[in-house]
């Protein structure tokens, strides 16, 4: 005889459990069914700009704020990371035997 500890291969539900989900999400897609509805986009032409960038002081578009500041974070928080994890790794190094 086995036992039930020792069968290998994946657990089934039981047949009412399989059912009852069958069930949930038949009820879950007739309760959706009413609410959906077509969604429409906006038009895809082009529209003209008026007086260039609104985040900028008339200057037309273009950069906006301090692009050497942005690009200065972004390679301190990669070189940032690369050394924490390297440190990281060093100190959790399991010992060889």
């Known amino acids: ?5 020792r069968r290998s291969g994946p657990r089934r539900p039981p047949p009412a459990i399989a059912r ?4 949930a999400l038949a009820v879950a897609v007739l309760l959706a069914w009413p609410v959906a509805h077509e969604v429409r986009a906006a038009d ?6 008026a007086g260039g960038d609104p985040r900028s002081s008339g200057e037309g578009p273009g ?3 301090d692009p050497l500041l ?3 974070g972004v390679v301190v928080v990669g070189v940032g990371s690369v050394l924490l994890t390297l440190a990281y790794v060093r100190l959790t ?3 060889r035997s």
């Open 70 to 72: 942005a690009i200065s």
């Open 20 to 23: 009852l989900a069958a069930s």
């Open 44 to 49: 895809p032409s082009s529209t003209p700009g």
């Open 1 to 5: 005889m086995v036992s039930r500890e």
């Open 63 to 65: 950069f906006v704020g």
């Open 93 to 95: 190094e399991r010992p």
